[in-house]
C-alpha cells in the first residue's frame, strides 16, 4: 500500500537533556564520499571509484525560537556543540494515520558553529535564530532502534551504516 511520510516536528535537546527550541529547518550534512577517478589508455569510459574519506560534513538549522543558552552557544566557534533534533515523522497511508510505522528519527551532533545569525525585531513576529555549523560527529536512529542508520564520528574515525564499518580494518 502506497504511504506517506512527513516531518510534523522538531524540538532541539542541548546535550542530550534540555530542549533550547524547535527547529522550523534543520539541514543535516550531505554524506559525500570522495572518488578517485580511473582513465586507462585502452578503458572505454573514466570511472570513479571511492576512496576512505568524506568531504567536509556542514549543515544549518533555523529555529522557530531558540533559548537564550542556545544563542550563546552558536556563537562560539571555539566550542563544540551537542544537540539532538527529534524529528517527528508521521507516515499516512489510505485509512490516515499509520501509528505502527510512524516514528521519530534522532540526529545526534557534535558541531563547530561558524556563522550565528540573531532574531531580529519586529512586532508581532516570532523572530528566526539561523546557525551554520561543521560536524565531528553525526550519527541517525530511529527512536525504536538501538542501530543507528548512520554514525561518522571524525576524531574517533568511525563511519558505519546500519552498525556496520563501511570500510574494512
Known amino acids: 500500500m502506497l504511504q506517506y511520510g512527513q516531518i510534523t516536528d522538531a524540538p532541539v535537546y542541548l546535550d542530550d537533556k534540555s530542549l533550547v527550541g524547535h527547529c522550523e529547518e534543520f539541514n543535516i550534512p550531505e554524506i559525500e564520499t570522495q572518488t578517485i577517478e580511473h582513465d586507462t589508455l585502452g578503458s572505454i569510459g573514466v570511472m570513479k571509484l571511492p576512496r576512505r ?98 554514525e561518522i564520528d571524525l576524531f574517533a574515525n568511525i563511519y558505519k551504516v546500519l552498525g556496520e564499518n563501511v570500510w574494512p580494518d
Open 53 to 150: 574519506g568524506l568531504s567536509a560534513l556542514e549543515g544549518s538549522l533555523i529555529m522557530s525560537f531558540a533559548e537564550p543558552e542556545f544563542l550563546s552557544i552558536t556563537s562560539n566557534p571555539r566550542k563544540a556543540a551537542r544537540f539532538q533534533v527529534h524529528s517527528k515523522l508521521d507516515i499516512f497511508d489510505a485509512m490516515g494515520l499509520d501509528e505502527t510505522n510512524s516514528t521519530t528519527l534522532v540526529t545526534h551532533v557534535t558541531a563547530l558553529f561558524h556563522k550565528s545569525a540573531f532574531p531580529g525585531a519586529k512586532k508581532a513576529d516570532a523572530g528566526k535564530h539561523n546557525a551554520d555549523f561543521s560536524v565531528t560527529r553525526l550519527m541517525q536512529r530511529d527512536i525504536n532502534s538501538g542501530t543507528p542508520i548512520v
